[in-house]
């Protein structure tokens, strides 16, 4: 997806799934605008769910229940970041 409109200018994004590697990889390009609380939500299959996530190398705050991951708007409009999910196996026993 390139160009999105939203309120705050346009977003760009491509995800990756690498689920049988644990993973999945998404490259982002948001507005120079982008609130501060930016959530990507990844809505994984059942029996995967977020263990950890990464920004351009650095680790990022996850919220499990939500399935979503924190990202920080890039510096200058147009600019493009990197988000890395860590899966893990879900046996359903309790989301944290």
Not at 25 to 36: H, Q, R
Not at 75 to 90: C, I, Q, R, S
């Amino acid at each position: 997806m390139t160009a999105a409109p939203t309120r705050w200018g346009p977003v760009g994004y491509a995800v990756r799934s690498l689920l049988d590697e644990h993973r999945v990889e998404a490259s982002l390009t948001l507005p120079e605008a982008t609130p501060v609380d930016t959530w990507l939500r990844l809505r994984l299959p059942l029996g995967h769910r977020i263990a950890s996530a990464m920004q351009d190398g650095r680790p990022v705050q996850v919220d499990r229940a939500a399935e979503a991951v924190r990202v920080a708007g890039p510096a200058g409009a147009g600019a493009t970041t990197e988000v890395v999910v860590v899966t893990e196996p879900d046996d359903g026993a309790g989301q944290t």
